[in-house]
């Protein structure tokens, strides 16, 4: 079999399993292959792709980011106080995202000018972005933003509602909810961004052999940092979506975040131990993680049984590709 | 574990030993390719057996067998007499049969006596008996007559000591079939003695060794029997007095050699193109100096660890100097970084080139034209992937790459292609002086000649070339002049053609006749 068939298969296992999961869910439930549902798991999937994108980046550079589940609270937050104090709300978010920017940016500052190990860089980040968060807000939800604020969240493109005699709105059809749009766009984007550009080669030769890449004149800090702050600045984006979807600023929101980013990134194929990874495969991975989440909510499984089946999911998915790996 | 096989007392003649590890038949199938076809090899007590062949063509694969980290598709492997299944990894050294490889396999954060007992600690109850493992290790090492504290961190030794460990570690397990690696890849000369006197010692005990070496002249020290392997077949196994350095060369390439250096075809010019004045670096090397000139190939000879490597790892920028200026066509430059040496076009191959030469999970192209990305994306950024395809087969063809595909991943090509790649690299990006370190280290006698050809045309190109090399033949085939480096310091500068072997080893070993002693062992390059 060659690397490609064998690449293939790995991408082919990742979504038939994903194909499976949706076949049993169907038959399973009866509401789970509609329209509304597809909506509300596209829906429930976005902060974990979002997430998983820009952590893909940090682990195919051979880093990890545990900060993210935290950088999208303080970013949200961020967003909800500034609305508070009277700033347009684009601003406000734009202002949030920034946040997660600058949160990534100093892990990557301190993770290759302190040379701390990115684990501990970020672990650190973890405790002082929710620190952060919490101090600001006296850990009380941030409320009353107004209906503009959950516009991001809650609106939806190509919505079709019809009014009916009695006067109640009737949707035909719930529209493509903007989150899920922006999952798609950012998902595109990222994914260009590392198979298309100068910059994702880059990406990929310091998580392949870091010393060789900067033997080769790549600007080694410059790809590293640029891989952070781009995994804090979807952090934030995540935070002003999650947050807008409340319509309130939760200082708690996003807790445990980063393990179900991490876990969609490694489901997908990418090596913890760097180089190899990608935004597809991601992809794949967040919605396994929603599918199994949702169709197992649908037929009343407990959640406590449930993050025991995701664990076990996890383990199966990297022990699947070790096996592939071992083959030599 | 008694050994029943009776050692040959000293003097007496070695041949009639009975094999103690037979091989009949052993193939194994990879994907793409046959690694071993029905090769049959056998080991006896006390003889040293070596191993040959160009790189790909099996040894590695015999050997993994050999020591049940791979299974055979074919064939049975009989050790005294008995048909034997390795099952895992385990169970060879657990019957005699150990393994040292050329990467050491030692923990550097435990101690000497713990990594010989590793898995195997002699334990008092529950508890290792650490007083035990102490006097059982420095017994070990003592027989080796080496002077190693069994207290001592690993990581505090040298390469060379670490080795003497290994070795103990497989006396420990009572082999009485050790495999051999390029054991002298990493080690000096005086250490390479060592290794071979040790060897003679195991040899006289009953220990049959397998040895496996690039470096052929060494051979004769040692070696009993030859037998040489080519594309995953056996060719043939013969005494080694009957035989010669020269015919197992033209066993191992499957035609004869008709020089071992190509003709030189650049002529060295007076125009100086790299100068270097005072470069020193605190404790590493002190005020080095020399000049690199249009159309030649300058040469940096020493033993290990004379600072040859950690010179031009600073006029590079990969680590720091404490003074010193490099001036490149005239003009002084400020390097502090490879990004710098590399905007000026002064590359450095290093001398591992998996450590730092090659992403190995990446493709050719990827690692072709990873110097210079600038060149293959468009303003904003992105890949032109027809311009790039292009650069790739440009290079593949211009160095005679032999790849399937620009798009396979490079871990799956031969050493020799491997370090084409990294060269080509460098042209892709126009490097106006290239630090060759160890360029045909590991490497098959073949893709040595063809590495020579290209460092000649380089040079005719005008390119700078220096050639980094523990080789003395290699340094005085190939190149024009020579920079004899000692304990960091610049001893000797020696135009090539009057000079020689002798008076190189003198002017690196700081003693006179050093280079005539009877028991240097200077690799053979062909």
Redesign the interface.
Known sequence: ???TQKDLLQKFAALATLIVLSAVFAITSESFLTVGNSMTVALQTTSIALLGFGLTCVIITGGIDLSVGSVLALAGTAAGLLVQAGLPVWLSMLAGMLVGGVCGWINGVVITRMKLPPFIATLGMMLVARGVALQLTGARPVSGLGEDFGELGNGALFRIVQETDGGFPDVIFPGIPYPVVIMALVGIAVA?LLS????G??I??VG??E?????????VTRVKVGAYTLSGFLAGLTGCVLMSRLVTAQPNEGVMYELDAIASAVIGGSSLLG??GSITGTAIGAFVIGILRNGLNMNGVSSFVQQIIIGLVIIGAVWIDQMRNRQ? | MEPDIVPAPRGAPRRPAAPVLVAEGLSKQ???VKALDRVSFDLRAGEVHALCGENGAGKSTLMKILTGVYQPDEGRILYKGEEQRFRTVLDAPRMGIAIIHQELNLVPHLTVAENIFLGREPKRGPFVDRKRMTREAAALLKRLAVDIAPGCLVKSLPVARQQMVEIAKALSLNAEVLIMDEPTSSLTESETDQLFQIIRELKRDGVGIVYVSHRLDELKHIVDRVTVLRDGAHVWTKDFQQTSVAEIVNAMVGRSLSSVFPQRSSRPTAEVILKVEGLSRRGVFEDVGFELRRGEILGFAGLMGAGRTEVARAV?G?DARSAGTITLHGREIRVSS??DA??QGIA?L?EDRK????????SVM?NL??????A??DRF???RPGRERAVAEEYVRLLNIRTPSIH??VKNLSGGNQQKIVIG?WLF?KSKVLFFDEPTRGIDVGAKFAIYELLDRLAAEGIGVVLISSELPEILGVTDRVVVFREGRVTGLLETRATSQEEIMEYASGLPGAGSRPTQTLAVTL
């Open positions: 079999m060659t690397e260009i298309r550009m100068g910059f080669r880059h990929y030769a392949s052999n010393e060789a890449a900067r033997l080769s004149g790549v600007d180089g190899v030599r | 990879f994907p793409g590079f990969a490879p990004i590399i905007a450095y290093s450590h730092d030469g090659l992403a190995v999970t990446m990827e034209t990873i110097t210079d990305i600038p293959v994306t950024g992105f890949l396979k991943t690299k990006r």
